[in-house]
C-alpha cells in the first residue's frame, strides 16, 4: 500500500464486488455494464453530465445561442420556437477515462443514454414544445489510501460511491418577430450514495479495528430553466443569432439515511471474538440541497443550412451550494466555461451522388473551471471535439439524420496530491422529423 500522497484508485468490476450493505440498498441507474471510476465525483454533487445535444456537442457545446428550424436545442428552451418540424431525438454516450495519480493509473468506461427529447411547433414561427428528460449528475467512484497511525500501526480506507441526478421535462416556448423566450420545468431525482472505511491492517495488532460511515441521499424536487433568443436575417439568407439562458439558484428536497459503526476483529487467531457497535444512525431526515446559479450567453452567424459558427460562456455560481444547511468541502465558489465551434454543410443542393458533400461536419474547443476546488487547487478542464451528421437520404434532407460526435480532453492535475484525468466520449444520436399538425389543403 502506498501512503496518502499515493492514492490508488482501483474500479470493481460490478455491484457485486462491494459490500453487502451496498448490494441491499443501493439502487442507481448506472449501467451494469460499466461506470466511469472518476475520483472527483466524491464531492459535491458528482460530475455534471453534458446534456447538450449530439450535433452540440460536436460544435464543442455552443449552445445557448444555437437554432435550426430541424434540430432540437433543449440547453436553451427559447429555441422551441424556430422550429418547423416535429423532430424526435435521442442519444446514447460511451466513454472512456483514464485517471492519473502519482503512478497509478486506473481506466474505466461507460455506456449509457445521454437524453431524450420530442419537440414540435405548435404555431409555426410563434409557439413550441418540447418533452424531454437529461441527466444532469452522475456519482461513480472507488478509492483507496493508507495511513500510519500511532499506536496502531498502518491502516487501509476505502471510499466508494455511486448515483445521479436527472431531470424530467415539459419545454414551452414562444415569440414573434425574431424574439422568442422559452422554459423548461419540470421534476429533479436522484439519489446518491457516499461511503468510507477504516481498517487497520498492521499484523502486529492484537486486532484490527474498523469503522464503516455511509451516507444515502434521495432527492425530489421541482426544476426549471429559462432562455431567451433573437435571431435576425440578413441578406443572402445570412443570420445572426443571440441567446441566453439562466437556472437560478434552487432548492431540491431530499431525504437522508446515514450511520457510523465502529469496531474491532481478531487478530492472529485471537479466541476472542468480533466486537461492533453503531455509533449513530438516522433514517430519512429530510432537509434541502441548494444548487447554484448558472447563466450562459451565445452568439453564432451562418447562412442558411451551409454554415454556423458561434462563441458560447456559462457561469454557475458555486458558493451557494449546500446540503442540510451545510457547505461541503471540496466544492469550491465558482465554474466557468468557454467555448467556441461550428458546422459546415459542403453543398447543400447535393444530389444522391454526392452523399458525402450533403453530410454536415462539425469542429469545437472549449476550456473551463469545474466547480470542485481540492487541496487549494481548482480543477480546470480543456478539450477539442468532431462531429458529423449523415442524413438518413443521400441528399441533403430534414427527414432525419445520424448524429456522431467525439469529445477529447484532459481534466485536473496530478499536483498536490490531486488526479488527472484523460477522457474521450463519443455521443451517437438519431434525428426524426415530420410535420405535424398541419392544415389539409382541399381543391
Not at 441521499?217 to 439562458?245: C, E, F, H, P
Not at 490531486?418 to 389543403?441: H, M, Q
Amino acid at each position: 500500500m502506498r501512503n496518502n500522497k499515493h492514492l490508488a484508485f482501483f474500479l470493481f468490476l460490478s455491484l457485486s464486488a462491494t459490500t453487502s450493505w451496498s448490494q441491499a440498498t443501493v439502487n442507481t441507474n448506472e449501467p451494469k455494464s460499466g461506470r466511469i471510476n472518476s475520483p472527483y465525483s466524491r464531492f459535491g454533487i458528482g460530475n455534471m453530465a453534458d446534456n447538450r445535444s449530439a450535433g452540440l456537442r460536436g460544435m464543442g457545446g455552443t449552445a445557448n445561442g444555437y437554432a435550426k428550424d430541424y434540430t432540437i436545442n433543449a440547453y436553451n428552451p427559447a429555441s422551441y420556437t424556430y422550429l418547423n418540424r416535429t423532430t424526435l431525438e435521442f442519444a446514447i454516450d460511451m466513454q472512456s477515462n483514464s485517471a492519473r495519480i502519482g503512478e497509478d493509473v486506473t481506466k474505466s468506461g461507460t455506456f449509457t443514454i445521454s437524453q431524450f427529447n420530442l419537440a414540435f411547433p405548435i404555431k409555426k414561427g410563434n409557439l413550441g414544445m418540447n418533452i424531454g428528460y437529461t441527466p444532469i449528475s452522475k456519482v461513480y467512484y472507488n478509492a483507496a489510501d493508507s495511513i500510519m497511525v500511532p499506536g496502531l500501526g498502518q491502516a487501509a480506507r476505502t471510499y466508494n460511491g455511486e448515483g445521479n441526478l436527472n431531470f424530467a421535462y415539459l419545454g414551452l416556448s414562444g415569440g414573434t418577430k425574431g424574439f422568442s423566450v422559452g422554459v423548461n420545468a419540470g421534476y429533479l431525482f436522484g439519489n446518491i450514495r457516499n461511503s468510507s472505511y477504516f481498517n487497520v491492517v498492521d499484523s502486529n495488532a492484537n486486532y484490527t479495528r474498523n469503522t464503516d460511515a455511509s451516507r444515502k441521499d434521495i432527492y425530489g424536487g421541482l426544476y426549471w430553466k429559462g432562455g431567451l433568443m433573437y435571431r435576425a436575417t440578413m441578406k443572402n439568407s445570412q443570420y445572426i443569432s443571440v441567446g441566453a439562458t439562466a437556472t437560478l439558484s434552487q432548492k431540491v428536497n431530499s431525504s437522508r439515511t446515514e450511520y457510523f459503526v465502529a469496531g474491532t476483529d481478531t487478530a492472529l487467531n485471537n479466541p476472542l471474538g468480533a466486537i461492533t457497535d453503531t455509533v449513530s444512525a438516522s433514517y430519512d431526515r429530510k432537509g434541502k440541497m441548494v444548487l447554484p446559479t448558472e447563466l450562459g450567453f451565445g452568439i453564432h452567424y451562418g447562412k442558411g443550412n451551409n454554415y454556423d459558427f458561434g462563441l458560447d460562456i456559462t457561469y454557475a455560481d458555486w458558493s451557494v451550494f449546500k446540503r442540510y444547511d451545510a457547505s461541503e468541502t471540496g466544492v469550491g465558489k465558482n465554474a466557468y466555461r468557454l467555448a467556441i465551434g461550428g458546422e459546415v454543410v459542403p453543398n447543400v443542393k447535393a444530389t444522391g451522388k454526392e452523399y458525402f458533400a450533403a453530410m454536415t461536419y462539425r469542429f469545437g474547443a472549449y476550456y473551463g473551471k469545474d466547480y470542485y476546488y481540492i487541496n487549494g487547487t481548482n480543477i480546470n478542464y480543456y478539450g477539442l471535439t468532431l462531429g458529423a451528421q449523415l442524413p438518413f437520404k443521400p441528399t441533403y434532407d430534414q427527414s432525419g439524420a445520424l448524429n456522431l460526435s467525439l469529445d477529447m480532453g484532459n481534466r485536473g492535475t496530478i499536483n498536490n496530491n490531486l488526479a488527472k484525468e484523460f477522457y474521450v466520449k463519443f455521443t451517437l444520436g438519431l434525428r426524426f422529423n415530420d410535420l405535424w399538425f398541419r392544415r389539409p389543403k382541399y381543391d
